[in-house]
């Protein structure tokens, strides 16, 4: 995967801490990268069925859609959409639920628990 302004990577994140780290952290590592950001998995899923991503951030915690505050174990569910759409992404996820709660569900490629660390 080379890096650059082109590489098409996609950000799930719903709360608003995580997701400013996230973004900061991007800057810093990757200046001029563009990127996608999702609040919800409705609006995560239209991204993947409409778009190829190089990388995906993606939180298991999100709202089922942009009204709703009620947070559900949901956004791992998007990982079998994700591989079919863009086979060759890396899925980076960065929740931090219950790692009994993780074992049930589709497993990202890499676990980074952005909350818990605060980005150190």
């Known amino acids: 995967m080379s890096i650059d302004n082109k590489m098409p ?3 799930v994140e719903d709360q608003e ?3 400013e780290c996230i973004k900061t952290r ?5 200046p001029s990268v563009a990127y996608d950001v999702a609040t ?3 609006q995560a ?3 993947i069925q409409s778009k190829v991503y190089e990388v995906v951030l993606l939180d298991n915690r999100i709202p089922k859609d942009a009204d709703s505050n009620y947070l559900e174990e949901i956004g791992y569910g998007l990982i079998p959409s994700i591989r079919e759409n ?3 992404a890396v899925i980076i996820g960065t929740s931090t ?3 009994a709660i993780l074992r049930r569900l589709p497993n990202p490629d890499y676990l980074f628990e952005v909350i818990q660390k605060y980005m150190k």
């Open 9 to 11: 990577l996609l950000v």
């Open 17 to 19: 801490f995580p997701l």
């Open 26 to 30: 991007l800057r810093v590592v990757f």
């Open 40 to 42: 919800c998995y409705n």
């Open 45 to 47: 899923e239209a991204l």
């Open 86 to 88: 863009s086979p060759d």
């Open 97 to 99: 639920s219950n790692p």
